[in-house]
């Protein structure tokens, strides 16, 4: 039973890899960082850490790495796994779709077995995101076969895996809980089933619940913490005033999830109690450049910040600490972040309301537009206050 996964970093061995392998799998890990891929190879197995007090570990074995930069090799891999799995950031989804196409093309051309292709990103719609990307390479002959055998089953994946500081590269520290939910519908053929994934029918109310309150939460830690001068979230949970905000945004994102899909409102409340505890893990350390990074695709329109605030306007609920968010996420500045560096330039150069219409694409005359530039013009009030004393 064979695995190929697409990214060697936090989430692909301390999450997707170490299920894979401990499922039976033989784990194949494609990584364009030359060091993880070398020393995967060479050791053939890794260590996880759970951050619990015992300092729990397990050996992650029957694991190797290729070069993703040598397409052919990849290819190679991809036509004889029995299932494909990423892990590399949505964003990266369009770099790694040339090589599973030609993989695809030769599998195809070898008699084509039934291959699951499953995009574990923080995004809605991840798999099906990258069926685009990868088609995009692919002959329509090639995509009519394709569709008998190849499948992109959509999943929520949940599990907190900070930036890593070991002496050992391989070596991953990671939260004790993890989600990992499965579009079961769109899997064919005999399919080997990965030990400790969830499968359900309709993927959507998980991935929302998970993206709107998961990671809505944690960015809000991130962009308030920022704010106020944390570096981790540990910190910035131990603050009253962003804990209020967290919580505000969850009761928010969480009355539309309750209203849109049915929940039952008393679990949804133990989730998001569940939720902000895992946050502050007293045996991790996440640093708030991690959980804000990329805030150009964290206020785009379909992810944890907009796309619930509209769900929720759409229903009536006020959303004053979900637009407080979108405006602190506008004012994250953090220069070692390229796409901080490049919202950052373009409010500069054209102003917020230009930015808030281009990347969170609220025209000028929505409602929401104009709370987010309120709330923007209080912070940054808020913020020159706190420097000039
Ligand atoms: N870290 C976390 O707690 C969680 C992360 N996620 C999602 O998992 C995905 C990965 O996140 P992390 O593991 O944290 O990031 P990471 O940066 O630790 O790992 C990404 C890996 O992908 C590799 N990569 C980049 N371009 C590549 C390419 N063209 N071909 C092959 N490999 C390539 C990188 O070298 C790196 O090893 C993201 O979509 C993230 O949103 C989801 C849940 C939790
Ligand atoms: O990986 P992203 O989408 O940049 O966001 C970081 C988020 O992912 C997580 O690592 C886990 O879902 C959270 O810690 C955080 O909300």
């Known amino acids: 039973m064979k695995a190929v996964h697409f990214g060697a970093g936090n989430i692909g061995r301390g999450f997707i890899g170490l299920l894979l392998s401990k499922s039976g799998y033989e784990v194949t890990f494609v990584d364009v960082n030359d060091t993880l891929v070398e020393l995967l190879r060479n050791k053939g197995q890794y260590k996880v850490t759970l951050a619990n007090e015992q300092a729990d570990s397990v050996i992650v074995e029957n694991v190797t790495a290729i070069d993703g930069k040598n397409t052919a090799l990849v290819a190679e891999a991809i036509a004889d ?76 994946v949940d599990r907190i895996v900070p930036l890593q500081q070991h002496d050992d590269p391989l070596l991953v520290t990671v939260e004790p809980f993890f989600e990992w939910t499965v579009d079961r519908s769109a899997i064919r053929g005999d399919f080997h089933k990965i030990h400790g994934v969830h499968y359900v029918d309709q993927l959507l109310p998980y991935i929302e619940r998970k993206l709107f309150t998961v990671n809505t939460g944690h960015c809000i830690a991130a962009y308030q913490g920022f704010l106020s001068g944390y570096e981790t979230i540990q910190q910035a949970m131990k603050d009253p005033a962003v804990i209020a905000e967290v919580k505000g945004a969850l009761l928010e994102s969480g009355a539309m999830l309750v209203k849109t899909y049915s929940f039952d409102e008393a679990s949804h409340q133990q989730y ?48 004053p600490h979900l637009t407080r968010a979108i405006a602190a996420a506008l004012l994250f500045d953090e220069g070692s972040d390229p796409e901080s560096a490049e919202l950052q330039t373009y409010i500069r150069e054209h102003g917020v309301h230009a930015a808030i219409e281009k990347f969170t694409e609220l025209s000028s005359d929505h409602p929401l537009h104009a709370q987010i530039s309120t709330e923007y013009a209080k912070l940054t009030e808020q913020r020159s206050q706190a420097s000039a004393k």
Request: glycine content about 6%; charged content about 20%; hydrophobic content about 45%.
């Open 81 to 156: 796994a029995d299932i494909v799995t990423t892990a590399v950031g949505v964003s990266v989804l369009k770099h790694i779709a040339g090589a599973i196409a030609e993989g695809i093309a030769l599998r195809l051309s070898n008699g084509g077995r039934p291959l699951p292709i499953i995009a574990c990103e923080n995004a809605i719609g991840g798999s099906t995101q990258l069926k685009h990307h990868v088609y995009e390479h692919l002959s329509e002959a090639m995509k009519v076969q394709a569709d008998q055998t190849v499948v992109f089953p959509d999943a929520a």
């Open 272 to 319: 998001i109690e569940q939720i902000l505890e895992r946050f502050i893990n007293p045996y991790l350390t996440d640093e708030i450049i991690r959980v804000g990074r990329s805030p150009i695709r964290k206020i785009s329109p379909n992810d944890r910040l907009v796309k619930p605030a509209l769900m929720a306007y759409k229903l009536d609920i006020p959303v």
